[in-house]
């Protein structure tokens, strides 16, 4: 079974970035090409990469006829301007992805949705589910989530108090 773990190692790479690889009509093939650069040099924190057609073919399973299909992949991603051919075999990711030539949907990422919430232990009460208090009787125990702009909105799994097990979910208290 696998079990990949971050002390294993890993690739930091900036969001912004990784957002508009998303929004970028790459092939599978240039993808993959890619994703291999971006992980033998940033992977290893370097700016570049020293990989050779045989080591694209090795990290990626793709087709090694004559080199010619890798190599034709990596020219598009050069004439692109995608990557940079920094030396023999060296190449480079370019990082301002405004210059690169291949199409590009409209790059919206989305906003990091918990901006405007708070984590809370809250007791709400079955009999008024709106109120939230701080010791009830017949109450329901919940770890949740309240947004400010939407405070009855809980994202967790709660549970009854006095009846253990007893689970529900809920989008709206």
């Not at 590009?104 to 919430?117: E, G, H, I, M, V």
């Not at 809370?120 to 009830?136: F, G, T």
Request: aromatic share 10%; charged share 25%.
């Amino acid at each position: 079974m696998a079990s990949p773990q971050v002390e294993n190692g890993y690739t930091r790479i900036a969001n912004e970035l990784l957002d508009a690889m998303l929004a970028t009509e790459f092939t599978g093939r240039e993808f993959r090409i890619l994703l291999a650069i971006i992980r033998y040099s940033y992977g290893w924190h370097k700016k570049e990469a020293r990989l050779t057609v045989k080591d694209f073919h090795q990290v990626t399973g793709l087709s090694s006829e004559h080199g010619s299909t890798i190599y034709k992949t990596i020219r598009r991603l050069i004439l692109a301007n995608v990557i940079h051919q920094v030396a023999d075999y060296t190449y480079q990711l370019n990082k301002d992805y405004t210059t690169w030539q291949i199409d590009q949907r409209r790059y919206n990422p989305l906003k990091k949705q918990t901006s405007d919430c708070v984590k809370a232990d809250h007791i709400l009460c079955k009999s008024e589910p709106q109120i939230v208090e701080k010791r009830a009787t017949d109450c329901v125990k919940a770890n949740h989530i309240l947004c400010k702009s939407e405070p009855h909105f809980v994202e967790k799994r709660t549970t009854f108090c006095g009846k253990a097990g007893n689970k529900f979910r809920s989008k709206r208290a």
